[in-house]
T-cell receptor, first 114, second 114 residues
């Protein structure tokens, strides 16, 4: 079945440093979504990428979708303590009998030291 | 802002007992999902539901699990005979469409089987 791998599992940074997490799918995706989960919280949607090679920015966050629509990355510039949490990518493959099932990566736990 | 609501927030049950987890999806959404997250692990898809029937389910969603939309607003997950390994956070999610749309997650129900 479809698998989504995400690295690294943990990332500890000093406030102000950059952070990147990478996501790779075993199959071509319809789109990829990114979620943030604060400790003890639920996944909160950040963004979705649909087009091959797409790049989107949200303030200090930059999201990329690979040309083959199998990999993606999230880059945070100049991390802040409010960025703490687990970042998940989730691949979406629609077709046949699949109605929007998200396959999540393992997540990257980001800690930011002030 | 509309949100997905789940009850209860925490459920403790004895092994072998039946539990029903309840969710109220966002009112104009058409697609409903259950996911689970074992402590410290990734979010795993259980089942998707559309047009009053299951559209897709994972290998986790065996005969012990069932879903229902009994009254047009609630969406329930029933586990018939709970096992210790069913202990997890269960998230309900809903979306307006399948493709190119975000999934809204509820706050989750923490199920503890003792």
């Amino acid at each position: 079945g479809q698998q989504v791998m995400q690295i690294p599992q943990y990332q500890h940074v000093q406030e102000g440093e950059d952070f990147t997490t990478y996501c790779n799918s075993s199959t071509t995706l319809s789109n990829i979504q990114w979620y943030k989960q604060r400790p003890g919280g639920h996944p909160v949607f950040l963004i979705q990428l649909v087009k091959s090679g797409e790049v989107k920015k949200q303030k200090r966050l930059t999201f990329q979708f690979g040309e083959a629509k199998k990999n993606s990355s999230l880059h945070i510039t100049a991390t802040q303590t409010t960025d703490v949490g687990t970042y998940f990518c989730a691949g979406l493959k629609v077709g046949g009998t699949s109605y929007g099932k998200l396959t999540f990566g393992q997540g990257t736990i980001l800690t930011v030291h002030p | 802002e509309p949100e997905v609501t789940q009850t209860p927030s925490h459920q403790v049950t004895q092994m072998g007992q039946e539990v029903i987890l309840r969710c109220v999806p966002i009112s104009n959404h058409l697609y409903f999902y259950w996911y689970r997250q074992i402590l410290g692990q990734k979010v795993e898809f259980l089942v998707s539901f559309y047009n009053n029937e299951i559209s897709e389910k994972s290998e986790i969603f065996d005969d012990q699990f069932s879903v229902e939309r009994p009254d047009g607003s609630n969406f329930t997950l029933k586990i018939r005979s709970t096992k210790l390994e069913d202990s997890a956070m269960y998230f309900c999610a809903s979306s307006r469409r399948t493709l190119n749309t975000e999934a809204f997650f509820g706050q989750g129900t923490r199920l503890t089987v003792v």
